[in-house]
Structure formats: C-alpha cells, structure tokens
C-alpha cells in the first residue's frame, strides 16, 4: 500500500531528523516516488539526503543515483548524465553504485546519439577489474558490441 508506505516514511523522517534511519527513510520514500512516477517529490528526497554531511558514504552514491533516475525516467538524458557519472567519479569505492552508474550513463548517452562517449564509458566500466566482475558488466558487454561493430570513432 503506497500511502501507508509513504506516511509511514514520512513519520520516521520527522522523529528521527538526521538519523541514518532518516536518511534511509528517505531513500525509500524517493524510490516509492519514482514507482509512483512524483519524479519532483522524488528528486527533493534525494536532494534531502545530499543536503545532510553526516549521510555522506553510502547514502549519497544512492542518493546520487536516485536524481539521475528521476531525469532520465522523464527523459532528460543529458542531465541524468551528469549524476550518473558524478558517483563513479567521487565515490569510487562504492562498486555496485558505480557499475550502475557506470550502465545508466552509457544508456542515457546511446539515448542522445552519443555513441563514441558511450563507448568510452562502457570500455572505462569494463577495464575496472572490481566493476568488470559485477553482474552489471554483463549487459555492459551486450551494449558495447553493436557499438563497436558500427565503428564508432
């Protein structure tokens, strides 16, 4: 039941202010938005999260990730680009957030023509030994190969 889930977030949001609990509240309440398809409620759950310093680790990869669902899920592809590849840049040792990122970015990019940068961040995501062994490389590969055969400088 999505009120009951959202007023429910919502409450532990507002008892436990600055919490982790908060914060993961608040990740959950911007990913029910996503499904819901309130992508400026969404977005200001996850800007919520990046606004506090004690959540950063983590929460902000997720958070990070969250804002570029919500562009690229209203199909403005260029700006999800950005958050994508600002979690791969900056947190790094977050492997599963990158690998993600990672993806979505090079998706967003074929979304936009882009296919020489698309390939580039798939190659990038690939020659990672940490990332290349996570699931997400697996469909990395499937989208690299027409990329590749088509020539792409």
Not at 7 to 20: C, K
Request: proline share 4%.
């Amino acid at each position: 039941d999505a009120s009951a889930a959202e007023e429910h977030l919502r409450s532990i949001r507002e008892v436990f202010a600055t919490s982790a609990e908060a914060a993961k509240a608040l990740l959950m309440l911007g990913n029910l938005y996503l499904e819901l398809r309130r992508f400026s409620e969404a977005d200001r759950c996850f800007q919520d999260v990046l606004g506090v310093r004690e959540w950063r680790g983590p929460l902000w990869p997720e958070a990070l990730y969250g804002r570029g669902e919500c562009a690229r899920l209203q199909r403005q592809f260029l700006h999800a680009t950005a958050f994508y590849e600002r979690i791969y840049v900056l947190y790094g040792n977050y492997r599963e957030w990158c690998a993600r990122a990672y993806l979505q970015r090079a998706k967003c990019l074929l979304h936009l023509r882009e296919d020489a940068k698309a390939r580039e961040t798939l190659e990038e995501m690939l020659a990672a030994p940490e990332l290349a062994a996570l699931p997400e490389s697996t469909e990395a590969r499937e989208l690299l190969a027409p990329i590749s055969r088509r020539g792409t400088p």
